[in-house]
């Protein structure tokens, strides 16, 4: 049966995945690769439930693993002394009888397993019901076998047990090659001081402080540091009381699934930086400009409104100047992609046209532009009777003229009136003559006009299309995938591995050590 928290391990998991398959290859390959495995070892995981608790038990060369691992499993299994440099295989002993599937997925040969017998717990083989003890290679190892077998195994267990002993404890291999990359995986990790016999009493309390330190500067707060003698036997029996804890809380296997996919989801969020503010409307309006100049459409509207105007002529609108189309779609990329990480800046050049297709559907868009050049519907009518009235208002003015010179005999008043009637019919020519040029003004401007509405409109329909819409398709996918990450983090830091017996750290170790009353309480107290 699947549990509330197998089940929000799940949905977080397939948060990450949807985020991993939506953002494909515009994340970087170190990024891709380390959510996918963690996507695909957290499915396993699930897949084998939480029923089981693996520990690990990882250090370097002399830390004294396998001693340990003896000491803890009360068998003497695992390799030791001169024979630990040289197999680069894990050994497991198992407190359960099922545990073979998951030893399987671990990789664990079948020739390392032992499966702890009851009778050598006694009343306590319940208390470590499930648990799964590895001992790992020594990461230091000359051999680089040995450290990819480390590197392999680390990822898959639920408790890591860092051994290290008083020689080495501050080796920079350790903290920069492994405890730092463990940085949110707290609450399942646990440092071992072993050897701690080698060192007088007086310095043991330095010994573990400047270890505490050291942890602290790796960026692991509140790792529990035990200090432990596998040849004395001191310090095991709180081993193994951690590991009772381990088993004890079923979801030390979903903390580190779930420490996974937080430091997953982390990487992946580093590659999609939160929202910059960016408008589709606002990021076209600043390139409309450049492409209309660039189309020459306001003087192919002024040469229409002439057209009109003057009653002949028909522009035609050329092909935007490539180099301006061209810089155009540069600014826009530069602006829109300013806060993306190269894959999607890589993205969001391939999603919007390029600046032979962009010219190609601007001039194509600009052909759909009316570039009508006719007049008036009234204009012709006018003309032909401006030049009737002028015809008829000369004629008619000159036959008065002679009729008032005596020149042409006519009573009177019709002289006058003739006269009259010319320089009335002439002054109808002047009037209709401006009518109409006010009318093929009017015209001509409105024309203008339209060209450069419909042009612009025409120009801003192609930015949209090529350019705007693909834009916001790419950040609205990667506002999705931030989203997606976002949901497969962790909402709630996991209890550290000794939340329920409140074990001490390195500076508290003195009070506890004492024996006294108050040390008592400080390790019996729950957080």
Same mark, same amino acid.
């Given at each position: 049966m699947t549990t509330s928290h197998d089940a929000t391990l799940q949905a977080r998991t397939d948060a990450l995945a949807s985020a991993l398959e939506l953002a494909g290859p515009?994340?970087?390959?170190?990024?891709?690769?380390?959510?996918?495995?963690?996507?695909?070892?957290?499915?396993?995981?699930?897949?084998?439930?939480?029923?089981?608790?693996?520990?690990?038990?990882a250090g370097g060369t002399g830390s004294g693993k396998s001693s340990l691992f003896n000491k803890v499993s009360r068998l003497t299994f695992a390799d030791v002394g001169v024979k630990r440099p040289t197999t680069a295989r894990v050994t497991a002993c198992s407190w359960s009888a099922q545990a073979d599937p998951l030893l399987d997925w671990i990789g664990v040969d079948r020739e390392r397993r032992i499966a702890h017998s009851e009778d050598l717990e006694g009343d306590g083989a319940g208390a470590l019901s499930g648990l799964v003890l590895l001992d790992l290679p020594?990461?230091?190892?000359?051999?680089?076998?040995?450290?990819?077998?480390?590197?392999?195994?680390?990822p898959l267990v639920d408790l890591l047990v860092w051994v290290v002993d008083p020689q080495k404890y501050a080796d920079d291999a350790l903290h920069s090659g492994y405890l730092r990359a463990q940085v949110g995986s707290e609450s399942s990790m646990v440092v071992l001081l072993n050897q701690v016999d080698t060192v007088p009493e007086t310095q043991r309390e330095n010994l573990v402080e400047d270890l505490d330190r050291l942890l602290a500067d790796d960026g692991l707060e509140g790792v529990h540091v035990q200090p432990v003698s596998a040849r004395t036997g001191e310090g095991v029996s709180r081993v193994r009381e951690i590991l009772e804890e381990a088993c004890e809380r079923r979801s030390v296997a979903a903390g580190r699934a779930a420490a996974e996919l937080d430091a997953a989801a982390l990487a992946l969020l580093a590659q999609v930086p939160a929202d910059t503010p960016w408008q589709l409307d606002a990021a076209v309006d600043r390139e409309l400009e450049p492409v209309v100049v660039a189309t020459g459409l306001d003087?192919?509207?002024?040469? /229409?409104? +002439? =057209?009109? $105007?003057?009653?002949?002529?028909?522009?035609?609108? &050329? #092909?935007?100047? !490539?180099?301006?189309?061209?810089l155009s779609r540069a600014r826009w990329l530069t602006r829109a992609g300013a806060p993306l990480r190269p894959g999607w800046q890589r993205s969001l050049a391939e999603s919007v046209a390029g600046?032979?297709?962009?010219?190609?559907? /601007?001039? +194509? =868009?600009? $052909?759909?532009?009316?570039?009508?050049?006719?007049? &008036? #519907?009234?204009? !012709?009518?006018l003309r032909r009777a401006s030049w009737v009235c002028l015809?008829?208002?000369?004629?008619?003015?000159?036959?008065?003229?002679l009729a008032l010179t005596g020149v042409l005999a006519l009573d009177d008043p019709w002289g006058i009136v003739v006269a009259a009637g010319g320089g009335l019919l002439l002054v109808a020519a002047g009037a209709l003559a401006v009518t109409r040029s006010s009318l093929r003004k009017r015209l001509a401007a409105r024309r203008a006009a339209q060209v450069r509405e419909q042009g612009r409109a025409a120009v801003r329909?192609?930015?949209?299309?090529?350019?705007?819409?693909?834009?916001?398709?790419?950040?609205?996918?990667?506002?999705?995938?931030?989203?997606?990450?976002?949901?497969?983090?962790?909402?709630?830091?996991?209890?550290?591995?000794?939340?329920?017996?409140?074990?001490?750290?390195?500076?508290?170790?003195?009070?506890s050590s004492t024996g006294s009353a108050a040390g008592q309480d400080t390790a019996g107290a729950t957080v």
């Open positions: 515009r994340l970087d390959g170190a990024t891709a690769r380390r959510v996918g495995a963690a996507v695909e070892g957290v499915r396993q995981r699930l897949a084998l439930g939480v029923d089981h608790t693996v520990v690990a038990l020594d990461h230091d190892s000359v051999e680089p076998a040995h450290r990819e077998v480390v590197d392999r195994v680390l003087q192919v509207a002024n040469q /229409v409104g +002439a =057209a009109v $105007r003057n009653g002949y002529g028909a522009p035609e609108l &050329p #092909a935007p100047d !490539r180099d301006a189309i061209a600046a032979d297709a962009l010219r190609a559907d /601007v001039t +194509a =868009a600009l $052909r759909d532009v009316d570039l009508d050049v006719r007049g &008036p #519907a009234s204009s !012709r009518a015809g008829l208002g000369v004629v008619l003015a000159v036959v008065g003229i329909g192609v930015l949209v299309a090529r350019l705007g819409e693909p834009t916001q398709r790419v950040l609205a996918e990667q506002r999705q995938v931030r989203e997606l990450a976002l949901s497969a983090r962790e909402e709630q830091s996991a209890r550290p591995l000794t939340g329920a017996l409140r074990l001490p750290t390195g500076a508290e170790l003195p009070a």
